[in-house]
């Protein structure tokens, strides 16, 4: 999309207010950053312990959707989600 400058812009059709470890449970999903980041992240506005369960909560959902999109290769990944937590 080109804006009333002449500047491309994106559009995020994602775009959601929520908690800002949803964020940061969706950078480690698939990959993560450096180990700089989450370091520098925590640094600046620091992280409530628990972080690793809670994240692995927020990326539930999204998995399921894949799982449901694009096959059993998230399967394993869901269940063992699931399966920690139950």
């Given at each position: 999309m080109i804006d009333s400058n002449g500047q491309p812009t994106i559009i995020d059709?994602?775009?959601?207010?929520?908690?800002?470890?949803v964020d940061l449970?969706?950078?480690?999903?698939?990959g993560g950053?450096?180990?700089?980041f989450y370091e520098a992240y925590n640094e600046e506005l620091p992280l409530?312990?628990?972080l690793d369960d809670r994240l692995l909560i927020y990326q539930l959902y999204p998995l399921l959707i894949h799982l449901n999109l694009f096959g059993?290769?998230?399967?394993?990944?869901?269940?063992?989600?699931i399966k920690r937590f139950s």
């Open positions: 059709p994602a775009v959601s207010y929520s908690h800002r470890e449970a969706m950078t480690k999903l698939f950053f450096q180990p700089t409530d312990k628990g059993s290769g998230y399967y394993r990944q869901c269940m063992s989600i």
